[in-house]
């Protein structure tokens, strides 16, 4: 199971940036997939979820510090998740992690740092 995810750098207020996370090694649409993200000093906190897609069209659940400014999807052909980051803020900095679900069974990416300066 590997879950490896791209698209980390430095990013100024304001700006956009997506994140990648490539997924093998599991039935990767019977998994509900999130970003969680690690802000310096602070715990992980979750940031999006899309649900698994075997019973139907996903859903998606966003934390309201990125409601409105960051959108996840994922290409279950490709077996990959995104998280598409727009009008970032320095408060965004912090490791973001993919992240792979089905009931107890979890799985995580090693993370990508996103640092946004003012």
């Known amino acids: 199971v590997q879950l490896m995810e791209s698209g980390g750098g430095l990013e100024h207020t304001g700006g956009s940036r997506i994140l990648s996370c490539a997924a093998s090694?599991?039935?990767?649409?019977?998994?509900?997939m999130s970003w969680y993200r690690r802000p310096p000093g602070k715990g992980r906190e979750l940031v999006a979820t899309?649900?698994?897609?075997?019973?139907?069209?996903?859903?998606?659940v966003y934390a309201d510090s990125v409601k409105g400014r960051f959108t996840v999807s994922r290409d279950d052909a490709k077996r990959m998740v995104y998280l598409q980051m727009n009008n970032l803020q320095v408060d965004d900095t912090a490791v973001y992690y993919c992240?792979?679900?089905?009931?107890?069974?979890?799985?995580w990416g090693q993370g990508t740092q996103v640092t946004v300066s003012s």
């Open positions: 992240h792979a679900r089905l009931f107890s069974l979890q799985h």
């Open positions: 899309i649900s698994r897609t075997d019973k139907g069209p996903a859903t998606t």
């Open positions: 090694g599991f039935a990767f649409n019977v998994y509900d």
